[in-house]
């Protein structure tokens, strides 16, 4: 009888450390489970969060671009001022190019092709308040009065500014960062002044500040170099999200 109880003693303490076994194993499994679906949930939001900030400084871009081209070569009087009678000859100055008698609009890249100046001419409305692109309020005038206004593309910063002054004044104020997360950019040419289509064309892309997509497979990398005809270079083990953004606008206020 003792052995017989000896032997059912061993053989409960067998079975116990079996299951032990068997319960580790599968906590293990639970756990690496539960760390890998926190991993990937960690990972979607960074994905979420990148494309929506994407998202936002493109659409933040456009609006400022589009406000300030749709200002170019608006004139107070247009009945009474011809565009030459109301924007003159203007030398180069402040990172902008020089204008012609009647220009508003001019671009001017950098030698390396990653910066670039977007500068437009136009007259403050008789409204009391108005804004220049900076958010300053310009100061009013019952006349006439002419602005100059820079749009800065840096994609070496990744940051698009804006500078403003009145065209009387010397010189542009320090220049505001608007948007961030400018990746790189392209310019279609602008239309010359007797072209029947006066319209500009930009691209814009944008890149997320994480590094939130890794292992997401993206085709934006070969969507720009067709688009640019540039190479997009990337170092190695870059995985932030890109977001692509085009617009084309009409100058609506270029002409007689």
Avoid at 33 to 60: C, M, P, S
Avoid at 198 to 212: D, K, V
Avoid at 216 to 230: D, K, N, T
Wanted: some cysteine; overall charge neutral.
């Amino acid at each position: 009888m003792p052995c017989a109880r000896n032997y059912e003693m061993r053989r409960q303490r067998a079975l116990a450390l079996v299951e032990l076994l068997v319960a580790l194993a599968l906590g293990g499994f639970l756990v690496l489970g539960i760390t890998q679906l926190f991993l990937d949930g960690k990972r979607h939001y960074g994905v979420q969060q990148g494309q929506l900030a994407n998202q936002e400084n493109a659409r933040l871009a456009i609006q400022l671009i589009s406000r300030l081209v749709a200002q170019a070569g608006y004139r107070t009087r247009p009945e009474q001022d011809s565009p030459e009678a109301a924007f003159g000859a203007m030398p180069a100055s402040g990172g902008c190019p020089a204008f012609a008698s009647g220009q508003s609009i001019a671009l001017a890249h950098a030698g390396d092709g990653r910066r670039a100046e977007l500068c437009v001419r136009y007259q403050r409305g008789f409204e009391a308040q108005e804004a220049d692109c900076t958010g300053n309020p310009l100061a009013f005038s019952a006349q006439p009065l002419n602005v100059v206004a820079r749009l800065s593309f840096d994609s070496l910063a990744g940051e698009l500014g804006c500078a403003s002054r009145v065209e009387s004044a010397v010189g542009f104020a320090s220049s505001s960062v608007l948007v961030d997360g400018l990746l790189d950019f392209q310019f279609q040419p602008l239309p010359r002044p007797r072209d029947p289509l006066q319209a500009i064309g930009i691209a814009l892309l944008f890149a997320s500040e994480q590094h939130a997509a890794d292992g997401i497979a993206s085709e934006r990398p070969e969507h720009w170099r067709a688009l640019s005809g540039r190479r997009l270079e990337l170092p190695a083990g870059d995985h932030r999200l890109l977001h692509l953004s085009q617009l084309s606008l009409a100058l609506r206020s270029i002409g007689p």
